[in-house]
């Protein structure tokens, strides 16, 4: 292809975008207004499993020492837990700080408890994330292998209940947002395949005075990735000013507790955004290639 | 150079356009194709094309068959012809100019060569003053010249017009004419469907008639001798 | 019966395609109107159709001004008047027959007169064996005719017919004329803008004749005398 | 209109529909396409509302009576809180059973309150539920002005949040929802848009000959009609049956906590049922004869 060849091309396609103006703007508006649907259902989903994963992060194990374990023994059963990789954070919780918690659970109702200081039947522990919450029933056995811990609890029963929750959650938002994806690529690939539709007799005309099918492709191609870009860019610009608004709006209302578990707008921003370009240009270049093909034939 | 071999053309819905149709044109020849409305004049040229496909028979262009072509190979043969269509088939988002220099475009002239070619040939077919106008701006008459400028715009071995003066009065179809033969005997093959009679007759070229999809006359120096 | 009064049309681009255009028709005339291509004969017939405005002067059709006309009246303007259409205008999806047809049904014919009729000019033009062919299946000649049939099938009072027999070969379009004198004969105005020098000299009607968007001559009993 | 003409433009209609098959089954498939996209996220939304509504009918008040009540007194005041409107039910919580539940509560730190049967501390109250939640603070106070109640909790911390969260998610869904309407409403009408500029010969060549705008409208609007109501009855069909395996498929495994609290699939498919249609023929007839307005001006 000669140099001359690929300038003639993109004045085609941007000549093509301004006579048809009116198609232009619907082939735009069409990429604009699903990539929207996506992005918004993304969003949804990016922040349910955020706020999944956070949740999941609250799991905690507590292992319990025996009643008779000297200080010494504490740290090396410290150093051991230190060594283990699936251990995230933690945290020593002598028996006194226990007792003190459990009168701030109870509450109003702390004279139930009082004279316990003195001879206080709870236990030294330690209280333990893991980085991988599924694990935690394996992990448990493991660390009461270690002497000195006299049992680890971890809530079988809260953690798979949330571990299903979340994972439900996961894999719901994830259905949902591949489901209309896959329609909103359908319908936009319709659309597409519309406004070829309308030049059919355009192309057809080209092919006759004796284009190749990649002469005839270019321009419309050049043209799908011109309004394709356009309407990437355009959805960004929405989407991700209309988040920033979102959050920011929210942190100074009532709304706060929530809006603080959301991922922050610029790194949402920075995430979605060659997702959307490399989306926008696609559908574009892509559409339009596929709904000539069958134009191509004569 | 052009060979044609027992040629039937059945249409999907049974109508046979075409039955056995035999001739040959030689090189520099200047043929014309008459006959009645729907006789299969239009059908011809469409083979010729590979816009229709000959249901049987072999087509020989320049010692090649290409009765049987791969899509990829249209358009190779496409570009050593030059077509009038009978009804214009102009882009309607490009102006005269670049209709014309589209011809030239595909086959990846220098735009050098396209700035000077394409007012030569919209001055041939006057229409210098028309060059920046829209297909639908223009009259029929019009388009068709803008039809025939792209043809002959890239000096083609053959030249094929259906019905180049069907929407022209008699003095610019002589004017057309008279550019057509001048073509012709600088060396270009031109095959012509029509029904002007006076062109025809004024010519005193080869004639073929064609009635009802079959050959019944073909005549050098003939007339337009097609009676019902 | 129809009065054109200092027309002037200036298309949008700035083009003047008609300038100062005086004539009358008396009902039951038959009126040529011939000219170069693109003197104008076809932006006239669109004004007359409401299809184009004038920029300037007044129309009047039976005694009533139709220069300015609301949306909504056009239609009912539309249906006093046959017209042949010089890019034939056929409904694609709908076959010859239900093309005719569909010009009786719009004014709500019965379906008992629409299947009488059809059938009945589709035999003039010489079309019975086509009637079940969409447009895209029909050779040029035989498109024409369709919309030729189209406009004669409610026997309207005024026809107007932009070149239709420019794609029919000389006996085809005898025919046609001798079915449009038939016509004429009948009372129906005919307004028809042509090429065809033969068929003009032959008529021996009134000719008026265009160049440059200006009546140059109008003459009863006159022929193709257009020179340039 | 006579009768006749009506048939012919049902003719018209239906023959349109099948000589462009291509195109009505773009058009067919696109309204299904936005109709799935409304419907599944209106399928959230009411799940989403009727989780929310099952959240707030659990706030309760507790009423705690003085010490000194005796049993008809408790009787009086019950009848008083009956004969509030406001009320939903109303449960009464001896001390006795409040100590039971309170040691349960407390699990396996029973213990440490051993002994205080004989020395119950704690009140009788009644437990009642409210029909307007946001109205808690109002009918707390009224309560408590009945003679006999010493004081009314009902955890306004909590209660506000959990206010708070169902308010925010319920309007986050509807705003959600309306969005992501207004989105594919706009995409459906570009899509008829550019089926009917892919006619707009058609349509010219109609009016040149003579016909009335209305007369061009009419087979549009027939089609329009079959084409949206056959998209709605797929796209009813598909979510419908869809969501009835989905709840179904749901209840039988760990996700019945979930499942359970999702409105049933043939409730469901009632409600949305009459919308669907509308939707559909709506779409189709008013999208065809706004589309067309631009080519009838001939
Ligand atoms: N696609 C088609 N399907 C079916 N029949 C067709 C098709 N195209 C053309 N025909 C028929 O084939 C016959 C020959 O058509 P063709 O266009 O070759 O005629 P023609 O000689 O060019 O006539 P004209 O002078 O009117 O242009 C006609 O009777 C026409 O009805
Ligand atoms: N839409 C338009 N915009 C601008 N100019 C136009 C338009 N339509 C026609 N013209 C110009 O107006 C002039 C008259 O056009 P018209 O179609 O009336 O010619 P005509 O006499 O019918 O010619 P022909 O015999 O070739 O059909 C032509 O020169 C044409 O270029
Ligand atoms: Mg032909
Ligand atoms: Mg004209």
């Known amino acids: 292809m000669k140099i001359n060849t690929f300038r003639n091309f993109s004045r085609d396609a941007i000549h093509n975008i301004w006579r048809n103006s009116w198609m232009s703007v619907a082939s735009v508006s069409s990429v604009v207004a699903v990539l929207l ?8 989903m990016v922040n349910v499993q955020y706020i999944a994963s956070f949740v999941e992060d609250k799991i905690e194990l507590k ?13 090396e059963i410290k150093e051991q837990l230190e060594s283990n990789e699936m251990i995230g954070t933690i945290i020593y919780e002598s028996k006194e700080e226990a007792l003190e918690k459990f009168s701030q659970q109870i509450g109003e109702r702390k004279d139930l408890i009082s004279g316990l200081e003195e001879n206080n039947p709870l236990q030294n522990s330690f209280i333990l994330t893991i980085k991988d919450p599924s694990q935690a029933g394996e992990i448990a056995k493991s660390i009461e292998r270690i002497k000195g811990v006299e049992e680890v609890k971890y809530g079988e029963e809260i953690v798979d209940k949330v ?11 994830l259905i949902v947002t591949v489901i209309l994806a896959i329609i909103s690529i359908f319908i936009i690939s319709n659309t597409i395949k519309l406004t070829v539709y309308g030049r059919k007799k355009e192309i057809s005309i080209m092919k006759y005075v004796g284009a190749t099918n990649w002469y005839v492709r270019w321009p419309f191609l050049i043209e799908g990735a011109i309004l394709g870009l356009i309407g990437a860019l355009l959805a960004l610009l929405i989407l991700g000013y209309s988040y920033y608004y979102f959050t920011g709006m929210a942190q100074h209302t009532a709304l ?7 991922v922050p707008a610029g790194q949402m921003i920075n995430q979605i955004k060659w997702y959307f370009v490399i989306g926008g240009l696609s559908i574009g270049v892509i559409g339009s290639i596929l709904s000539m093909r069958k134009f191509l034939k004569v | 150079m052009l060979q044609l071999v027992d040629i039937c053309k059945d249409y999907k819905n049974g109508h046979r356009a075409l039955n056995n149709i035999n001739f040959n044109v030689e090189r520099g020849e200047f043929v014309f194709i008459v006959g ?3 006789a299969g004049k239009s059908t011809l040229i469409k083979l010729l094309l590979k816009e229709e496909n000959a249901t049987s ?6 010692n090649r068959e290409i009765t049987h072509l791969k899509q990829k190979e249209i358009p190779y043969l496409r570009r050593n012809m030059g077509v009038v269509f009978q009804d214009f088939r102009l882009l309607p988002n490009k102006t005269v ?17 396209i700035r000077r070619q394409v007012p030569m040939v919209l001055a041939m077919v006057g229409l210098s003053e028309r060059a920046e106008h829209y297909p639908h701006q223009l009259s029929g008459g019009e388009q068709q010249r803008v039809s025939l400028a792209r043809a002959i715009v890239n000096n083609p071995q053959l030249l094929i017009c259906d019905e180049p003066t069907g929407n022209l009065d008699p003095n610019t179809s002589k004017d057309i004419m008279e550019k057509l033969n001048d073509i012709n005997y600088r060396g270009t093959t031109i095959i012509m469907a029509t029904h002007a009679r006076e062109i025809v007759d004024d010519a005193q070229k080869r004639v073929i008639t064609l009635s009802n999809g079959e050959i019944i006359s073909d005549q050098q120096k003939g007339g337009y001798n097609y009676e019902d």
């Open chain 2, 97 to 113: 100019y670049e209709n014309v220099a589209f011809a030239m475009e595909i086959i990846e002239q220098h735009p050098k060569q």
């Open chain 1, 256 to 262: 706060s507790i929530i809006s603080n578990s959301l």
């Open chain 1, 63 to 75: 292992a319990f020492l025996e009643l008779d374990v000297e200080y010494e023994e504490i740290i």
């Open chain 2, 57 to 62: 028979g072999r087509i020989i262009l320049d």
């Open chain 2, 36 to 38: 009645a409305s729907g």
């Open chain 1, 37 to 44: 649907i996506i992005g918004l259902v993304l969003i949804f």
């Open chain 1, 163 to 173: 571990l299903k929750s979340t994972r439900f959650i996961r894999s719901l938002t």
